[in-house]
């Protein structure tokens, strides 16, 4: 979570050259208006694509690490599950440090490159290699909590967001002020979490979890109506490289929002072994 967060902050707080003002809708074109359709489809269809890279990483690598074979298990943890060898070595050594942080250096070493020179195509295989990587890091959920637990915390997620993005559209209503209290929102999660890995509260853990998917709730109605308001106002320009880059980026971050609600749901939901 504390790396969800962190990468949420980056993100939402450097796109500043991709912010804009809200564009009076009673100007709109049938043309912008189908290019709105068009574009909005691209972000969800970019985001779908990636939530599914991060899924089969995470579920392949989970493969990968344990076993049901006593035979080959290098290591037993206290739920029973059985490590291989490469389970062992992934969450058992330091390398669990570079799995757990390599997003983020990915975000912060990648993302000012990509805003400024890469082209579409380009923006968007980093993308899918950002998932990739968070699904690596992602899969030590399917040694800690069932599947079923996993799996109906994911379509409760999904129902959320759904109707939190689908309000972020269709609202009449300029939300753009909740922009920087959901931000500072997002910085008090990330200092309560890295003061809380010395803690071990689980009061304070039960607290940050709560906030968590409120404010991360907001940010999916706040992303989705400035992912439509950037293309409105830019539309007009005739830019495609810059809109198809802009869908890109609402993806990922509508990707984060998801996968950070995701992540503090299954504190409340998930079934802990």
Request: charged fraction near 10%; proline fraction near 2%.
């Amino acid at each position: 979570r504390e790396t969800f967060a962190a990468l949420t902050l980056f993100l939402e707080t450097n796109m500043a050259d991709y912010n804009t003002a809200t564009a009076n809708a009673g100007s709109r074109t049938a043309a912008i208006d189908a290019g709105l359709r068009a574009h909005m489809n691209k972000v969800y269809s970019t985001m779908s694509v990636g939530m599914v890279i991060t899924a089969v990483a995470a579920w392949a690598i989970a493969g990968l690490a344990t076993t049901t074979d006593p035979t080959l298990a290098a290591a037993q943890l206290p739920n029973g599950k059985l490590l291989t060898g490469f389970g062992l070595t992934i969450y058992g050594t330091p390398l669990k440090y570079v799995i757990m942080f390599a997003p983020l250096a990915v975000l912060f070493l990648g993302m000012g490159k990509v805003m400024r020179s890469a082209s579409a195509a380009g923006a968007q295989l980093f993308f899918f290699v950002f998932a990739t990587l968070i699904g690596l890091s992602l899969s030590s959920i399917f040694i800690r909590y069932t599947g079923h637990s996993i799996t109906q915390t994911f379509l409760v997620t999904a129902i959320a967001f759904a109707g939190l993005s689908l309000f972020g559209y269709t609202t009449k209503n300029d939300i753009s002020g909740w922009g920087s209290f959901l931000i500072m929102g997002v910085i008090g999660l990330v200092v309560a979490m890295i003061v809380n890995i010395f803690l071990q509260s689980p009061a304070l853990l039960f607290a940050i979890s709560g906030i968590g998917v409120l404010v991360f709730a907001g940010l999916t109605a706040y992303d989705t109506q400035n992912i439509k308001n950037q293309y409105l106002a830019h539309a007009h320009h005739g830019d495609q490289d810059w809109l198809a880059k802009s869908a890109i980026f609402g993806a990922l971050n509508l990707y984060l929002d998801f996968l950070n609600m995701f992540s503090f749901l299954l504190m409340f939901m998930g079934n802990n072994e």
